[in-house]
């Protein structure tokens, strides 16, 4: 179950690392606000797994 929650957990962080890089670009390249609105509600929900995964493998590694 750990091994599960870590991999989970890192694909959650990559993904987090992929939709921040997806709005910089977005802004940089001046696109359109309503797309940088949805990719930070995006990026703040799997921040939120996110964290939720890692406080899940902390208690079960106990």
Do not use: D, E
């Not at 991999?7 to 977005?26: D, E, H, K, Q, T």
């Not at 606000?33 to 990026?43: D, E, T």
Request: glycine letters at 6%.
């Amino acid at each position: 179950m750990s091994s599960f929650l870590t991999y989970l957990a890192l694909a959650l962080m990559i993904a987090v690392a992929l939709v921040l890089v997806a709005g910089l670009r977005n802004m940089l390249v001046g696109g359109p606000g309503n797309r940088s609105q949805k990719l930070m509600r995006l990026r703040v929900m799997l921040q939120a797994l996110a964290v939720l995964v890692i406080v899940l493998f902390l208690l079960f590694a106990r």
